[in-house]
């Protein structure tokens, strides 16, 4: 008879870690060096000094990088929309408004701009935290979206400035130079969006970092739920 049951333990779900081997994959949840090689449980990661214990740092690393993955997903949504929602809508009015060359119009539109770029900030940093579960480096995280994405935004904006000057100067006024603007407009979005994935790609790494010992939390989570969940029946309940 099973030693648990005589002893009236409740079995333990969670796998158990395998033995102490120094040929074992064992990856830091704080940094992702691989351990192997190194012994003890729990095992010192000589890249960063974190203590890693043997059942969660043999969680297969494919496992452990795809999980990452769908969670770093989660978070670029968060990254860069208020940005270009507010550049599209900023932008389109300014656009409008040097078309009818009217001053008071470039006040209206620059106070509009500005509410709807505070609130959708303010919907960025709440979602952009609730992306990163609330992990200690999240602040960090997002202060580097918010001046990497400035930065695109202001690079953007002087490339296609001299654009913009010229289709204003060069063609008459009417669908000529509506049309020349809405180019120069269409080549600024794309120009942000290259940008966009140049950033998720520069910061995907500080991304796993901050994630990482999350996504391990998540897969254990998951695998007991797997295996304390009752066996189905059939239609006949067998």
């Known amino acids: 008879m099973n030693d648990h049951i005589m002893s009236g333990e409740q079995p333990n779900n969670e796998p158990a870690p395998p033995d102490d081997l120094a040929d074992v994959d064992i990856y830091c949840l704080r940094c992702g060096y691989n351990l192997r090689g190194l012994s003890g449980d729990p095992r010192r990661c000589p890249e960063c000094g974190n203590m890693i214990p043997l059942g969660k740092g ?4 494919p496992v452990v990088a795809a999980e990452l993955q769908s969670m770093g997903q989660s978070i670029e949504r968060y990254a860069m929309p208020w940005c270009l929602g507010a550049v599209l809508f900023a932008g389109w009015g300014l656009v409008q408004a040097s078309l009818t060359r009217n001053a008071g119009s470039y006040v209206v539109i620059a106070a509009e701009s500005g509410i709807v770029v505070l609130g959708l900030w ?4 709440r979602a952009f935290r609730s992306g990163c579960r609330g992990r200690r480096g999240w602040g960090a995280l997002a202060l580097k979206y918010n001046v990497f994405g400035l930065l695109i935004i202001v690079l953007a904006v002087v490339a296609v400035a001299p654009l913009a000057w010229a289709a204003n100067v060069t ?13 120069v407009f269409v080549l600024f979005v794309t120009l942000l969006g290259i940008g966009n994935r140049a950033l998720d790609r520069r910061l995907r790494r500080s991304q796993e970092l901050l994630l990482r010992d999350l996504a391990i939390d998540r897969i254990k989570r998951r695998l007991q739920k797997r295996l304390t969940r009752p066996p189905r029946r059939g239609f006949f309940g067998r």
Do not use: R
């Open 171 to 183: 063609f008459p006024a009417g669908l000529p130079q509506k049309a020349s603007t809405l180019v």
């Open 122 to 125: 303010l919907l960025f940093i």
């Open 58 to 61: 043999t969680i297969p690393e």
